[in-house]
């Protein structure tokens, strides 16, 4: 299993798959150390190592019904031999209304998930660990492909956002299409955006054409020129990273991010005694802020 494992991290990657650099445009500002003695988490380590995973959804407060999809699952084989926890997290935001946009998501995350687990997650388990023959990369442009292909024929005319975290390990692989996001949270209160929104805004802003305080009231701040569903090919943001430790992994849907401020985000999660907590608090956030959107988040803390 574990020449499995290295076999798909090893592996070169085609030519065809393109991978993306950090986003690193937008971070919060370092606590003061009077903060950090509050709120800074522990380097703690578990035998097996693994995965501390909270989930948190809701309509909202101003829409009739839920658009968004999310899938949490988290495993760890431990043989004596090996200690590889694996973990596979996707937050999916519907669009085009009630049927059209909640079948989207649901679709896509579906398709996702199926793809990554046949592909990786059961050869990871087999016993004899053989595998599919991509590398991660290629399993997860494959995955998107297979995505797409399940909106456009379940769900015409409606469209999804998808990102999706691989975590295998110490080592995250996220596929990203459109304007929901994954950050990475340290304990000093750094919040580090790991995905690119695919939005006609945030294009504006990396143009310098409006500002970040006009991009967040901007009234098109919600139109996408990439996501699943849509008719013009595209091709997924991809890229592979070392998983936070201590810290945290996160993907949200723009109902969090578009409503709740990082610094407000950070002490939230800071200040829950665990990821499942976190989730629930940050939910009543977005809703106590107006929930204009439905919510939802994924945290993943590694131990």
């Excluded at 407060?61 to 760890?76: G, M, T």
């Amino acid at each position: 299993m574990l020449k499995f494992i290295k076999n798909l991290f090893g592996r070169e990657k085609k030519d065809s798959i393109q991978t993306r650099p950090l986003v690193e445009n937008i971070q919060t500002a370092p606590l003061t150390e009077e903060q950090l003695q509050v709120v800074s988490i522990p380097t703690v380590s578990m035998s097996p190592p693994h995965f501390l995973v909270g989930c948190g959804q809701s309509v909202g407060r101003q829409r009739e019904h839920n658009e968004d999809a999310l899938f949490s699952l988290s495993a760890v084989l431990a043989d004596g031999n090996n200690e590889i926890p694996f973990g596979l997290f996707v937050v999916a935001d519907g669009m085009g209304g009630y049927e059209y946009g909640e079948v989207a998501s649901s679709v896509a995350a579906k398709a996702v998930v199926e793809t990554i687990l046949s592909k990786i997650y059961l050869p990871h388990i087999s016993v004899d660990g053989e595998s599919s023959g991509e590398s991660l990369q290629e399993v997860m442009e494959i995955a998107v492909a297979k995505a797409q292909q399940s909106v456009t024929r379940r769900a015409p005319g409606g469209g999804t956002t998808l990102t999706a975290a691989l975590v295998i390990g110490e080592q995250v692989t996220i596929t990203h299409v459109g304007d929901s996001r994954a950050y990475f949270i340290f304990p000093d209160g750094r919040m580090q955006l790991i995905t690119q929104d695919h939005s006609l805004v945030r294009r504006l802003v990396e143009l310098g054409q409006i500002t970040e305080q006009e991009a967040s009231v901007h009234p098109n701040r919600n139109v996408l020129y990439r996501a699943l569903g849509q008719a013009e090919p595209f091709r997924p943001d991809i890229q592979s990273l070392p998983m936070p430790h201590p810290g945290y992994l996160m993907i949200c849907s723009d109902g969090l991010w578009g409503v709740v401020p990082e610094a407000e985000i950070f002490q939230i999660i800071a200040s829950a005694r665990n990821p499942s907590v976190a989730c629930k608090n940050l939910v009543d956030a977005a809703n106590l802020a107006g929930g204009p959107d439905n919510i939802s988040v994924v945290l993943v803390q590694y131990f």
